[in-house]
């Protein structure tokens, strides 16, 4: 997960309950085992690159062009994504 997305999970975490369900999702995020990536200048171009070409958030563009870099999985119910399918693994929710 790109830490760009771990602080989207906080943020939306704490606007629809509170600081402590914020704090919390962060504290499963991490006790599962989920590996949080840097945004480097690199990501930051590549997902640059994506949302100059496809209609998504900034931030999913990191989540995207992470999944593509690493060749892992993105677990999402989000249909933004719908554009990637041939292109990384998604497992929808």
Do not use: C
Not at 28 to 51: D, H, L, W
Not at 66 to 88: M, R, W
Request: proline letters at 3%.
């Amino acid at each position: 997960m790109s830490v760009i997305n771990l602080g989207e999970l906080f943020y939306m975490q704490w606007r629809k309950g509170s600081q402590a369900k914020a704090e919390n999702a962060v504290k499963f995020v991490q006790s599962v085992g989920v590996r949080i990536e840097p945004a480097t200048t690199v990501r930051v171009m590549n997902a640059a690159r994506i949302k100059a070409v496809v209609s998504l958030s900034y931030a999913d563009a990191f989540a995207a062009s992470l999944a593509q870099e690493i060749n892992a999985t993105l677990v999402t119910g989000d249909p933004e994504y719908k554009p990637f399918e041939t292109s990384i693994n998604i497992h929808w929710l």
